[in-house]
């Protein structure tokens, strides 16, 4: 039951995320410039902040519970799609714009894109198949 309270509150916080970042872009690009908006955009901030800490929370939490044998693939899946980004993105700003390759950049985006593919099913685990 406690799972459940767990994924049901994920579900939400996913909801309000999405809801408030289309609000967040709609203000940004229409350069709402007033104190609600100065507001929201400040909780937003926190929000985001609160939502990145919490998914690396539940994240760990879940992997707990799983096999050393299924933790080990997806480690290794992240590292190989990880790379494969990565390449690809180096490829393709070289051919695009090659005087403006920034390495840091190129490197956190493949990171975080390539950890959200591989252990983004990992905070909604709910069932009893790969455990322990």
Known sequence: MKKNKTIFFTKILYGLFLSATTIAVFIVYKNIDNAISFNFLMGYF???????????????????????????KRIVKFITIFILFSTLNYFFGYIIRPSKIDLFKIFTNSFGI?????????????????LK
């Open 114 to 130: 390539s950890f959200g593919i591989v252990f983004s099913e990992i905070i909604f685990f709910k069932g009893k198949n790969k």
């Open 46 to 72: 926190f929000f985001s902040f609160f939502m990145l800490i919490y998914v690396s929370f539940i994240t760990i939490v879940n992997i707990k519970n799983f096999k050393w044998v299924y933790i080990r």
